[in-house]
């Protein structure tokens, strides 16, 4: 029995196993599709650069002998303490798949070879392992109905008092749209609100500026399709705030959540008050996505026009939530208007 090919053969599968785990989290938990398909291209060029070491599959299975491996019976109480959750599981399972690749690219030197291939995965499974690490402790993006706050729209009450009513009536988040506020006036309104929705126990979100989100320490910042993009906003403000991109058919619903956007806002679905729409998508475009099994799961809000008026339609196709703007913050009573729009939201929730 070789035992270079039996310390291959066993780092190998642990290895894998290591990369398979952080795979599954990133596909069901992160729900991570970038991150899904670099760590499952990791488990491929694993066996990649294991085939070009010129071994015989038959030869590593034969150095194979589980039964008298001294090293299965030895455990420590690490191993079975994942008490701090996925964050645990995913750094647990990193480790494991980074010392089993140093242990074959030793081995792989003392065969001859270079080990170089071993060597650059081990650095790219450092990378995933912080990736993921680091998703898992960003807070969760979805939403059932989030209020777009315009002052110019709280024609009845101030914006403080929306957000109050809001977050009593069960909005989860906030969003602050000052498409023409100056920077210091809106960096100073935005820290208010910011400080406000936090001590509520709500998120913040700053619609397209990632600089004001930053100073404000706002949980995240919303993007349009000529902004940012999601990689510079990603570089302002880290890995762990919210970011999310506003688009207009399902083509730029996927391509937002492959370049790494927490959440989308799909629309126009209605006509707005507050805004020239001459194209609608539709309630046809959103359960387009709801049959769509790699969107349905996504983080999503429907945009434009929403109101406890048409909520219904949006809930009755199973659309996980709704951005809403003039039909709270204009309204003379802002606490019923949303929590009739989060009732018909919560319906939603009980019947698919």
Same mark, same amino acid.
């Given at each position: 029995?070789?035992?270079?090919?039996?310390?291959?053969?066993?780092n190998t599968n642990r290895a894998s196993?290591?990369?398979?785990?952080?795979?599954?989290?990133?596909?069901?938990?992160?729900?991570?599709?970038?991150?899904?398909?670099?760590?499952?291209?990791?488990?491929?060029?694993?066996?990649?650069?294991?085939?070009?070491?010129?071994i015989e599959q038959a030869d590593l299975?034969?150095?194979?002998?589980?039964?008298?491996?001294?090293?299965?019976?030895?455990?420590?109480?690490?191993?079975?303490?994942?008490?701090?959750?996925?964050?645990?599981?995913?750094?647990?399972?990193?480790?494991?798949?980074?010392?089993?690749?140093?242990?074959?690219?030793?081995?792989?030197?003392?065969?001859?070879?270079?080990?170089?291939?071993?060597?650059?995965?081990?650095?790219?499974?450092?990378?995933?392992?912080?990736?993921?690490?680091?998703?898992?402790?960003?807070?969760?993006?979805?939403?059932?109905?989030?209020?777009?706050?315009?002052?110019? @729209?709280?024609?009845?009450?101030?914006?403080?008092?929306?957000?109050?009513?809001?977050?009593?009536?069960?909005?989860?988040?906030?969003?602050?749209?000052?498409?023409?506020?100056?920077?210091?006036?809106?960096?100073?309104?935005?820290?208010?609100?910011?400080?406000?929705?936090?001590? @509520?126990?709500?998120?913040?979100?700053?619609?397209?500026?990632?600089?004001?989100?930053?100073?404000?320490?706002?949980?995240?910042?919303?993007?349009?399709?000529?902004?940012?993009?999601?990689?510079?906003?990603?570089?302002?403000?880290?890995?762990?705030?919210?970011?999310?991109? =506003?688009?207009?058919?399902?083509?730029?619903?996927?391509?937002?959540?492959?370049?790494?956007?927490?959440?989308?806002?799909?629309?126009?679905?209605?006509?707005?008050?507050?805004?020239?729409?001459?194209?609608?998508?539709?309630?046809?475009?959103l359960e387009r996505v709801m049959a769509?099994?790699?969107?349905?799961?996504?983080?999503?809000?429907?945009?434009?026009?929403?109101?406890?008026?048409?909520?219904?339609?949006?809930?009755?196709?199973?659309?996980?939530?709704?951005?809403?703007?003039?039909?709270?913050? =204009?309204?003379?009573?802002?606490?019923?208007?949303?929590?009739?729009?989060?009732?018909?939201?919560?319906? @939603?929730?009980?019947?698919?």
């Amino acid at each position: 029995m070789n035992d270079l090919h039996r310390m291959i053969d066993a780092n190998t599968n642990r290895a894998s196993e290591g990369l398979r785990v952080l795979e599954d989290i990133a596909r069901f938990s992160l729900n991570d599709h970038r991150l899904s398909t670099e760590l499952k291209s990791l488990r491929h060029q694993l066996r990649s650069e294991i085939a070009d070491l010129g071994i015989e599959q038959a030869d590593l299975l034969t150095s194979r002998d589980t039964r008298s491996d001294v090293g299965t019976e030895i455990s420590t109480p690490a191993e079975s303490d994942r008490d701090a959750g996925l964050p645990d599981l995913a750094s647990a399972a990193s480790k494991r798949a980074q010392e089993a690749l140093r242990v074959i690219e030793e081995s792989s030197k003392a065969l001859g070879h270079s080990g170089v291939g071993f060597e650059r995965l081990r650095y790219a499974i450092y990378d995933t392992e912080r990736d993921v690490v680091l998703g898992l402790a960003k807070p969760s993006a979805a939403c059932s109905v989030c209020v777009l706050l315009t002052k110019a @729209l709280c024609v009845h009450h101030s914006p403080e008092r929306i957000v109050e009513e809001a977050a009593r009536a069960g909005a989860g988040c906030i969003q602050i749209r000052e498409k023409n506020m100056k920077a210091s006036e809106l960096v100073e309104h935005a820290s208010k609100i910011t400080r406000l929705c936090h001590n @509520l126990g709500i998120q913040i979100i700053i619609n397209d500026r990632a600089d004001i989100a930053h100073a404000c320490n706002a949980d995240g910042v919303h993007l349009g399709q000529h902004d940012l993009s999601i990689a510079a906003a990603r570089a302002i403000l880290g890995p762990t705030k919210i970011i999310g991109r =506003s688009c207009s058919s399902v083509q730029q619903l996927k391509q937002a959540f492959d370049q790494g956007a927490d959440y989308c806002g799909l629309g126009p679905v209605f006509a707005s008050s507050t805004k020239a729409k001459p194209t609608l998508i539709g309630v046809e475009t959103l359960e387009r996505v709801m049959a769509d099994p790699d969107l349905s799961t996504r983080p999503m809000l429907a945009i434009s026009g929403i109101s406890r008026e048409n909520v219904d339609q949006i809930a009755g196709v199973g659309f996980p939530g709704v951005a809403v703007s003039s039909g709270v913050c =204009s309204a003379e009573e802002p606490y019923e208007s949303c929590r009739s729009i989060v009732e018909s939201m919560g319906r @939603l929730a009980r019947s698919h």
